[in-house]
């Protein structure tokens, strides 16, 4: 009966060891959350999923046959009379399946290192990528935007202007090209100080950026100039974004200084450049600054003769 006891006391012993490392080893760890997939990501999560697979797929197994081999030795025992040789035998066997089960948890110990280790690995990763996402937004920033007004800036309304001129040429669909200036920004600069014409040239661009549709783009060319891209828009249509911008004011230490742009437009004709596209824009904006009392009307051949006389 002493025996039986001792049988049963080292089953449970054993089980005991295997059962603990194995539900340390299977307890998760949650990654850091990211859009971003990367190739060499899924390759290490593929590994990490394939090892956590194979160690619980040998906890089992461990298990079940220390079942079985712990149950073979334990039936005959309880069923025979007490052979002392047996007994001996038997209790030979029971410290083997215990030694066996102590060298499978250390095994499990060492594989739930290698998977936190693995896991660290992928996290050290995804943020060395969150910080070249990040680095990448304030090039980009740096590149592509006005850093005053927030506007896209020369270059990259260049770049978009040859794009549209090429869209517009393959699908023979119009374009048009509108230049700002906003007036009198040296005479702000004068009178109310540097702060109050930077204040003046980011609310106009925040509100010459509410009155263009999502597919325009807006684009500050420098200084005072602006310049608006206004695919599959025609010449005429101009004057519903010119209706949005009349009225500005910017309020300055209690202030309120009136804001007009000057402006002049034109559409695009199939053949010319980007370039030729600008000038013939430009030419009736410097009409529109000649003329004030020409307002909303596009450019013609009499504003070229007029800028041309201008020059």
């Known amino acids: 009966m002493d025996r039986d006891v001792q049988l049963r006391y080292s089953m449970y012993a054993g089980v005991c060891v295997l059962t603990c490392p194995t539900m340390a080893a ?35 197994l461990v298990l ?6 712990v149950a ?3 039936f005959p025992a309880l069923m025979s009379s007490g052979d002392s040789n047996y007994s001996f035998y038997l209790n030979q066997s029971v410290r083997a399946l215990i030694g066996i089960v102590l060298v499978f948890s250390v095994y499990l110990v060492y594989q739930q290192t290698l998977i936190m280790r693995m896991r660290r690995q992928i996290a050290d990763q995804i943020t060395s990528l969150a910080k070249v996402e990040t680095l990448t937004n304030e090039v980009y920033k740096l590149a592509a935007l006005d850093p005053l007004t927030g ?3 020369r270059r990259s309304g260049e770049q978009r202007l040859g794009e549209e001129i090429n869209r517009a040429t393959r699908h023979g669909r119009p374009l048009t090209l509108l230049l700002l200036d906003l007036d009198g920004l040296k005479k702000i600069n004068d009178q109310f100080g540097h702060g109050a014409g930077d204040l003046a040239l980011r609310n106009s661009a925040e509100r010459l950026q509410r009155a263009i549709r999502g597919s325009d783009q807006a684009v500050r060319l420098g200084g005072d100039e602006f310049m608006v891209i206004l695919p599959e828009c025609k010449s005429e ?10 009225g500005m004011e910017v309020e300055h230490e209690g202030q309120k200084i009136p804001c007009r742009f000057s402006r002049g437009w034109t559409d695009y004709k199939p053949g010319e450049t980007a370039q030729e596209l600008i000038n013939r824009a430009d030419a009736a904006l410097y009409a529109d600054k000649r003329n004030s009392d020409s307002r909303l009307q596009p450019f013609t051949p009499k504003h070229a003769s007029q800028a041309a006389h201008i020059s």
């Open 72 to 74: 073979s030795f334990a």
């Open 237 to 246: 249509e101009v004057r519903h974004v010119l209706g949005r911008l009349e």
């Open 64 to 69: 079940i046959l220390l079942t079985v081999g």
């Open 151 to 153: 506007l896209y800036n």
């Open 26 to 60: 299977t307890t998760s760890q949650s990654l850091p959350s990211t859009k971003v997939e990367p190739q060499s990501f899924q390759e290490n999560l593929r590994k990490l999923d394939t090892r956590q697979w194979w160690l619980w797929s040998s906890t089992v």
